[in-house]
């Protein structure tokens, strides 16, 4: 990361999601989601896909929901990031986590990622685990960097199954 990146990440402010943060949200998803998939999947799909996972009445959900929290990053009052963790029935999970991409590659993926480490482990959670689309080499990239390793045996399809310690239990 260039120092001048890194000084800049000091105006990187991550904190939890509120309503009024949903239509930029959407606008980082959307820039995110083409950025990432477009060699992935058909324009159409990704279109139907931000339709449903980010409308707004899903958003309104996800940010208010109880099992779950919404994290964003935000600079200069944009939001330039988000992640999405919980617990949805498979153990601790991270839900989702895109950075606009005009910020890639500026630490603020990193940076979300602490946070939602912190605070799985003030819920006392040894590790967690994440998808990851097997042909997003960036995003495979990405997890690899941060410490995830591949557990093979539990990919569902096309999505990579991630998962990382965050401390060793005793027994
Ligand atoms: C994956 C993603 C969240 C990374 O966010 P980011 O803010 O760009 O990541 P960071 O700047 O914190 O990078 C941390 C490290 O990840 C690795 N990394 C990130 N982007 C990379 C790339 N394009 N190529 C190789 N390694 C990469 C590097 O090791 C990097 O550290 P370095 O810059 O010091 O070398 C972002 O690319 C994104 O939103 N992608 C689309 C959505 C996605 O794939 N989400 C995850 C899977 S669902």
């Given at each position: 990361?260039?120092?001048?990146?890194?000084?800049?990440?000091?105006?990187?402010?991550?904190?939890?999601?509120?309503?009024?943060?949903?239509?930029?949200?959407?606008?980082?998803?959307?820039?995110?989601?083409?950025?990432?998939?477009?060699?992935?999947?058909?324009?159409?799909?990704?279109?139907?896909?931000?339709?449903?996972?980010?409308?707004?009445?899903?958003?309104?959900?996800?940010?208010?929901?109880?099992?779950?929290?919404?994290?964003?990053?935000?600079?200069?009052?944009?939001?330039?990031?988000?992640?999405?963790?919980?617990?949805?029935?498979?153990?601790?999970?991270?839900?989702?986590?895109?950075?606009?991409?005009?910020?890639?590659?500026?630490?603020?993926?990193?940076?979300?990622?602490?946070?939602?480490?912190?605070?799985?482990?003030?819920?006392?959670?040894?590790?967690?685990?994440?998808?990851?689309?097997?042909?997003?080499?960036?995003?495979?990239?990405?997890?690899?960097?941060?410490?995830?390793?591949?557990?093979?045996?539990?990919?569902t399809r096309d999505e990579?199954?991630?998962?990382?310690?965050?401390?060793?239990?005793?027994?």
């Amino acid at each position: 990361m260039a120092e001048r990146d890194a000084e800049a990440l000091s105006d990187v402010r991550i904190r939890t999601a509120r309503m009024d943060d949903i239509t930029a949200i959407q606008a980082a998803a959307s820039e995110s989601w083409r950025a990432a998939y477009g060699h992935i999947f058909a324009p159409g799909f990704i279109a139907g896909f931000l339709n449903s996972a980010y409308s707004t009445s899903a958003l309104r959900a996800a940010v208010a929901g109880r099992r779950s929290t919404f994290l964003v990053a935000e600079t200069n009052g944009d939001i330039v990031g988000f992640a999405q963790f919980g617990e949805r029935g498979r153990g601790p999970e991270l839900f989702r986590l895109y950075v606009h991409p005009r910020h890639w590659r500026r630490g603020i993926g990193r940076r979300l990622l602490s946070h939602v480490e912190m605070q799985f482990l003030v819920l006392g959670a040894a590790r967690y685990f994440c998808t990851v689309h097997k042909d997003n080499v960036i995003g495979r990239n990405f997890y690899l960097s941060q410490g995830f390793a591949h557990v093979g045996e539990r990919d569902t399809r096309d999505e990579w199954c991630m998962r990382k310690a965050l401390w060793i239990p005793e027994n």
